[in-house]
C-alpha cells in the first residue's frame, strides 16, 4: 500500500471550513483514499473514501487531483467536535485483508 | 446493532501477570482485527483473522502475545507475562470482507502495566 504523508497538526475557526491536505505521490491505479479520524479517548472511525472522483456525504468531501497524487478532506463548516486526528490511507479497496495501516496523520483543533 | 464490543475497558496489572482483552464483533462481520496505541508508535496492526483464522500476525511483537478466535463473535488477546512496556491502548476492529463494508472500531482497552 502507498504511503501518505500529512501535516502534524492544523487549527481552524469554529464554523470555517477545515482542509486537510494529503500526498500520496506513489498511488497505484487501484488504489483508494481513505480518511478516519480518531477523537480523544475513542476508537478510529471511518469518513469517507473515494477512487478518483470526488466524494461527499453526511460527514466530509474528498477532492481528489486529477493526478490522484494529493487529495484533500473538507469539513465545510468544522465544529468543536471535530477536533480530533485525522489519518489519510491509501489501499487497494477490493484487498482480501482489508487491513489499514496508519500514518501519524493530522491533529485537526478547532477552536471556538 | 451495539457495534464492536472490547472489555475491559481499562485494566491496570503488575508485571509479570497474565493479561486478556477481549472483542466481540459486529455480527455477520467475519473480519477481525487487533491494534495497539502508542504515543510513541500511533496505532499499529498486531494481528487479523479472516473467517476466525489468523492470517497474519506479524504485527505480534513477540510471543508473550497471542491471539484467538474460537468463533465468530468473540476474540482474546493474551499477553503472559505482561510488562511495562505493554501499557497501550489496544482496539479492535471488524469488517465484512465479503462486502468490503469499512473497518468498526471498538473503544479500546487502556492497559496499564505497572
Known amino acids: 500500500d502507498a504511503k501518505t504523508t500529512q501535516p502534524t497538526s492544523m487549527d481552524c475557526a469554529e464554523g470555517r471550513a477545515a482542509n486537510l491536505p494529503c500526498n500520496h505521490s506513489t498511488i497505484s491505479g487501484n488504489e483508494y483514499v481513505y480518511w478516519y479520524r480518531q477523537i480523544h479517548s475513542q476508537g478510529p472511525q471511518y469518513i469517507i473514501h473515494?477512487?478518483?472522483n470526488n466524494e461527499t456525504n453526511e460527514m466530509a468531501s474528498l477532492i481528489i487531483t486529477e493526478d490522484r497524487k494529493s487529495s484533500t478532506l473538507i469539513l465545510p463548516h468544522a465544529t468543536l467536535r471535530d477536533t480530533a486526528v485525522y489519518y489519510c490511507i491509501v489501499r487497494v479497496r477490493a484487498s482480501n485483508t482489508g487491513k489499514l495501516i496508519f500514518g501519524q496523520g493530522t491533529t485537526l483543533q478547532v477552536k471556538p | 446493532d451495539a457495534g464492536v464490543i472490547q472489555s475491559p475497558r481499562h485494566e491496570v496489572t503488575e508485571m509479570g501477570q497474565e493479561v486478556t482483552l477481549r472483542c466481540k464483533p459486529i455480527?455477520?462481520?467475519?473480519?477481525l482485527f487487533w491494534y495497539r496505541q502508542t504515543m510513541m508508535r500511533g496505532l499499529e496492526l498486531l494481528i487479523y483473522?479472516?473467517?476466525?483464522?489468523?492470517?497474519?500476525d506479524s504485527g505480534m511483537p513477540e510471543d508473550r502475545f497471542s491471539a484467538k478466535m474460537p468463533n465468530a463473535s468473540f476474540s482474546t488477546l493474551k499477553i503472559q507475562p505482561s510488562e511495562p512496556r505493554d501499557s497501550a491502548v489496544y482496539f479492535c476492529?471488524?469488517?465484512?470482507?465479503?462486502?468490503?463494508?469499512?473497518?468498526?472500531f471498538g473503544q479500546g482497552t487502556r492497559l496499564t502495566v505497572v
Open positions: 476492529a471488524s469488517r465484512h470482507r465479503e462486502m468490503n463494508t469499512e473497518a468498526f
Open positions: 473515494g477512487l478518483k
Open positions: 483473522f479472516n473467517n476466525n483464522v489468523p492470517i497474519d
Open positions: 455480527s455477520g462481520h467475519n473480519s
